[in-house]
Structures are given as C-alpha cells and as structure tokens.
C-alpha cells in the first residue's frame, strides 16, 4: 500500500529555513510525480510544488524563489526547502504522490508554523 510520511516540520521565525522531508514507500518512485500540498487554517489546500520523473519543478507564485522542490530516487524521499519563510507560510504540508494515471495520494502532514 502506498505510504508516506513526512517530517521536519516545526516552528520557525519569519525569515527562517526549513526542510521537510517525505518518506515514500509501496510505488515505485522514480515512476510517479511527487508534490507538496499544503492547507492553511481556513483556505483550501493548494498545490505548493511538483517535480517530475525527469526533474521539471513548477511551483505557485507565492512561493517561487523561495522554495526548492527535490527528490533523491536512491532513498525514495522527496524534499521541500523552504528558505525567507513568511508568516502566510503557515500550514499544514502534504507530501503526495501522483501516479502516471492521475491517481494520488498524500501522507498525514506536517504542521508548519512561522511565526512574525
């Protein structure tokens, strides 16, 4: 079954860094799409970043020049490196899984709070 669990999350000053990480395991990594989502209190989850079987990033506009999206296919782990964290940062990160179909699923997340 597919899992994920990610880590790293925590509190941070405005300003900051952080890296989270996400664990994946029951696919076959280096064939699917990896993401993180997050969802802050009172919004609807967005889409954050995304990187691709062959590397390609996309990422919203509020993060763009501040976020790194990676994945190491080695360690099956995907990475988010969150660098001038702003308090509008503040959510709960998703790591997710997308499938050549279209299919997806995301782990439990973690809690990411800046604080001003």
């Known amino acids: 079954q597919v899992h994920l669990v990610e880590s790293g999350g925590g509190l941070v000053q405005a300003g900051g860094s952080l890296r989270l990480s996400c664990a994946v395991s029951?696919?076959?990594?280096?064939?699917?799409?990896v993401a993180w989502d997050r969802q802050a209190p009172g919004k609807q989850r967005e889409l954050v970043a995304r990187i691709t079987i062959g590397g390609n990033t996309n990422y919203v506009d509020s993060v763009k020049g501040r976020f790194t999206i990676s994945r190491d296919n080695a360690k099956n782990t995907v990475y988010l490196q969150m660098n001038s964290v702003k308090p509008e940062d503040t959510a709960v990160y998703y790591c997710?899984?997308?499938?050549?179909?279209?299919?997806?699923?995301w782990g439990q997340g973690t809690q990411v709070t800046v604080s001003s």
């Open positions: 029951g696919v076959t990594f280096s064939r699917v799409a």
């Open positions: 997710k899984v997308i499938l050549f179909s279209g299919v997806e699923y």
